[in-house]
């Protein structure tokens, strides 16, 4: 089925280790999205890319670090991981639609 | 910049009452207006949008909303509720189609028997 595949599902780190979070989608969109979903915050968006090799910095980016070197693969990497950073994660992307979501990494750092 | 306030936490609803979610929004120029669903543990669906046009939008199972610009709003609504409409609901707001939307804290509903 054509979408947006989140890699891990799940994850536990230590503090101080390091991740990567991948994304994939098979839409050919040329947005894609990380963010971030809190409880009574909503979703806050970390980083974004309008195209292959280019990326952005969203509301909340400080800790993440992205890159997008190909157009359907966006990842999401922690370099030092904080307990602050306990967190589901979603990946979108999008083109002149609206967003399609993955299902989301619960990540917690302990 | 864009922000989206939706001002209800939490709404408790009777099957087969109707429901209403608020969503202000506030942004400088045409929004483009989304609402979301999420069911628990599950990703965001997109129950509707409005980008232009007739201002009452229908959306999937059920659900519409109600763009009012002078308000600055785009309630969601359903005239009956299932219980498997309870989920959590988040109303968004973009510059363009669908490109770097903003979203409010979400309004979780819980339906009752």
């Known amino acids: 089925n054509a979408g947006v595949t989140q890699t891990p599902k799940f994850r536990v780190l230590k503090t101080g280790q390091s991740m990567t979070l991948l994304c994939a989608q098979d839409?050919?969109?040329?947005?894609m999205y990380w963010y971030r979903q809190d409880p009574g915050m909503g979703l806050r968006l970390i980083h974004y890319?309008?195209?292959?090799?280019?990326?952005a910095k969203g509301e909340v980016p400080d800790g993440y670090n992205v890159s997008r070197l190909k157009k359907q693969n966006f990842l999401l990497g922690l370099e030092s991981a904080a307990p602050s950073q306990t967190s589901v994660y979603f990946c979108a992307s999008s083109y002149l639609s609206g967003y399609t979501f993955g299902s989301g990494t619960r990540l917690t750092v302990v | 910049a864009q922000s989206v306030t939706q001002p209800d936490i939490h709404i408790t609803v009777s099957e087969g009452a109707s429901l209403e979610l608020s969503c202000n929004y506030s942004?400088?120029?045409?929004?483009?207006l989304f609402w979301y669903v999420q069911s628990p543990g599950q990703g965001l669906q997109l129950l509707l949008k409005y980008f232009s046009g007739d201002t009452l939008v229908q959306g999937i199972k059920g659900f519409e909303a109600e763009f009012k610009r002078s308000q600055s709003s785009f309630n969601l609504r359903k005239p009956s509720v299932h219980w498997s409409d309870a989920a959590e609901y988040f109303c968004?707001?973009?510059?363009?189609?669908?490109?770097?939307?903003?979203f409010g804290a979400g309004t979780t509903v819980t339906v009752r028997a």
């Open positions: 839409m050919n969109h040329e947005y």
């Open positions: 968004a707001v973009g510059a363009d189609t669908g490109y770097k939307l903003s």
């Open positions: 942004y400088g120029a045409t929004p483009y």
């Open positions: 890319s309008v195209g292959e090799g280019t990326t």
